[in-house]
């Protein structure tokens, strides 16, 4: 059946809202927490701790996207909604273990592996149930969804730099926990919708019939050429996008001492990323086919020319119009990742291979920011590292540019020599999805009135 369109959609909409702003808000507000840890485990004897401290932030990220590929099979095995539940729970449990230790070493296991797995599995699911309820709206409702992670990075720095002070690092770990609770919650609201009739006239023994291994593990996506590009161009580029979350704070603090509010500088970064999520979600609309990718070239494009600036500016304002920049095209680069994932495979397949993509993104993600810390440890300034950050976005949006020429070109091919059934099929399947969608405005439009 169509999506309803709304209904009990905008209910699902809201907590996979929250469920954006829960996960990324606390990933994105770990340079306040990295400060806080480096105080906390850090020595003056230990001349690595920066390197070692990066390691916390940095596998927490990692973890949550190399965790993907196996969260689209569960996803498609168990549902969108036991796994999402499921997820907040193993979250919670793992951020809560993290307010006992001790030491450094075994937040490695708590907050960076158990807490970070936890939010994979209810991360995916989210952005999967929304294409259940939401066709013709998807890109504004992405869009919606995914600046939840703004409102919560934009007011997350302020409230924990308070809970810190007042209450310490561990009870302010405890108080996150409320967020992993109401995610645990909101994981319920997740109602699956019959997509096949052969589901509906199976009745119950259709629900536990085990799919065939080539469903479980679809491979097929990377017989798509421009799929290829982009799950090898997008890693290729975030070898530098998470350093300045983790050690822009710690920067900040070397240069500036403690006379200006560094939790400022997240809060433009949350609320430009906000506004661009909105406005490029929308602006991805009216965009055809796999053209929507110079949007996220343009994106690594202005990324990685403002991590080359942050060492440049030597006055606070200069940080804060910065990170106004970053943030605006950090929501543009996020906001439309699933809109490009649809027009490359198609909506069959667009689960496993936005989980693949995911899974692709986990290591540069993780291995940047201990790099950035090691160079900090060795060379006393985060200067070189904030340089050589903003490389790979600028290499990453370059072989970003070929993938519309070779979609289109593959189309072509597709058209005069079917060689390869399977990806043909898919070829023809975005095209058609495409002309309906364009046909179908018109007539939304006359029948509005406008």
């Known amino acids: 059946p169509e999506p309803p369109e709304g209904g009990w959609g905008w209910v699902v909409m809201l907590a996979a809202m929250w469920c954006n702003g829960a996960v990324f808000g606390i990933q994105n507000s770990c340079g306040v927490l990295f400060v806080s840890m480096l105080q906390l485990f850090g020595g003056s004897e230990d001349k690595q701790m920066t390197f070692k401290t990066a390691w916390v932030s940095s596998l927490s990220m990692g973890m949550v996207f190399f965790c993907s590929p196996i969260v689209s099979i569960f996803t498609d095995l168990f549902g969108c909604r036991k796994v999402a539940v499921i997820g907040a729970a193993v979250g919670f449990v793992g951020l809560l273990s ?115 291994k080539k469903k479980i593990c679809n491979f097929s996506v990377f017989r798509v050429p421009s799929y290829r590009i982009w799950a090898f161009g997008i890693p290729a580029a975030l070898f530098g996008y998470f350093v300045p979350y983790v050690h822009l704070m710690k920067h900040v603090k070397d240069r500036f001492s403690d006379n200006v509010p560094e939790e400022v500088l997240l809060l433009c970064l949350g609320i430009t990323s906000g506004v661009g999520r909105l406005i490029f979600g929308r602006i991805a609309d009216y965009i055809p086919g796999a053209k929507k990718v110079y949007l996220q070239v343009a994106s690594f494009f202005f990324i990685g020319l403002m991590s080359m600036m942050i060492p440049l500016c030597h006055v606070f304002g200069g940080l804060i119009a910065v990170c106004l920049f970053m943030g605006l095209f950090d929501g543009c680069f996020i906001c439309i990742m699933a809109p490009i994932a649809f027009e490359l495979v198609g909506a069959q397949d667009v689960s496993q291979a936005i989980g693949f993509l995911l899974g692709f993104m986990s290591v540069p993600m993780t291995v940047g920011p201990p790099i950035a810390g090691l160079l900090r440890d060795h060379l006393g300034t985060y200067d070189v590292a904030f340089y050589l950050a903003g490389v790979p976005p600028l290499i990453g949006g370059a072989i970003l540019c070929f993938i519309p020429w070779v979609h289109e070109r593959q189309k072509l091919k597709a058209r005069a020599k079917p060689v390869d059934g399977e990806t043909t099929e898919k070829m023809l399947e975005n095209e058609n999805i495409l002309v309906s969608d364009t046909t179908q405005k018109p007539v939304k439009e006359t029948e509005s009135g406008v």
């Open 98 to 212: 993290s307010s006992f230790v001790s030491t450094i070493e075994p937040l490695y296991f708590t907050y960076g592996v158990l807490f970070a797995c936890g939010c994979s599995f209810a991360y995916q699911p989210s952005l999967v149930i929304l294409g259940h309820y939401f066709k013709k709206r998807l890109g504004l409702v992405n869009g919606i969804v995914t600046a939840g992670s703004s409102l919560f990075t934009v007011s997350l720095p302020f409230l924990l730099r308070l809970l810190i002070d007042s209450v310490g690092l561990y009870n302010t770990l405890r108080v996150l926990c409320i967020l992993m609770f109401v995610l645990f919650l909101a994981g319920f609201t997740y109602k699956p919708l019959v997509s096949h009739a052969k589901d509906k006239e199976g009745g119950k023994k259709a629900k536990f019939r085990f799919p065939p």
